[in-house]
């Protein structure tokens, strides 16, 4: 008999079926973990991210709209999950491009060409202080705007203004490295 | 399972333990908790009101006393629903999200039977009423624990029944 599809095991598991979660969670923890990994995290690390993935699909499978295909929407999650466990370590040192990235949405072949074997801290070197403290705050922190905004005394419009000019000057300078490396 | 997957598996064992303890391991087991909730739930209706000659307690009796005063046609009606929504509360409280879940989409056939067969039963032992008042009464205690149970299923199905429009 044929192997039901992810979509199958998440309506099934909607509907309560222990049997589709355990079978799902069989098929997709290798994945999600090597997920993880590839965005830069520890093993252990990894591994954590993922458990905390399948409790998130727990608590929100509801939200699984019947027809939509499962594996990208749980990846949603598992996504987030990462990027949740970056903000939870407010530890610089441990991150990595991968949530650098994630900062700054829409680079994403940036991101790809990056990832390997560019230096955030390097690149974060070429930047103003004041712009290279915002991008620490709101990237690597995780904090809002106007969070930064309070503690700097800034308004929340400029610092906006000032994170899309930082953006900008980065992704001229991804593009000349990338253009150097051909 | 391949091997693999059992080793990635036994990672998650803690938290698949914790998700299973929602879900339904086994469905004999959820519909025997859902007949004994039930039943349990027809006993304490009629504790509460006394029904077709049939009170377990004084208070029963003293309730059936008042709503008997209410005029015929709606007497066996507000009988019926005492009888039929108690066993619907109990599941209630029995359930989560999803076993209920469960019950519904998976054992509705249980759902739909039981209350016939106990109503049914109950109407024809030891009923001192006429035809019309027992029909009343059958139809209320068999509708509203489907049109409970049918609700519901509609709070329970949240944003999962809107298909995609997109292809």
Redesign the interface.
Known sequence: MAEPSDEELLNLYYEGDAKAIRAFMARHSGRVIAYAEAKGLRHEVAVEVAQEAFLKLHRFIHQYEKGRPALAWFFTIVHRCVIDSYRGSHNRESATEAEFFDGLEGEESALDSAQQDQDVNALLEILPLDQRKLIESRVFEGRSFKEIADSTGKTEVSLRKMYERTRATLRAQFGLKGKEKL | ?NA???Q??A??D???K???R????SPTRLGLTYAAGSLAGYFASLAICAQCSVGLTPVAWHTASILHQIPDPWCPFVCGAIFGIAPVIGTLLFFN??????LL??MWWLVVALPIIVSVSFAFAANPHDLEWNLSWLVTAIAVPYLFEVGTGFLLR???????KTT
Do not use: A, C, G
């Open positions: 399972m693999p997957e059992s990635n598996l990672l998650f803690k938290t698949l914790s998700i299973e929602d879900l339904v391991t999200r999803f076993q209920h879940r469960y989409y998976r949240q944003s999962r029944w809107k298909e995609l």
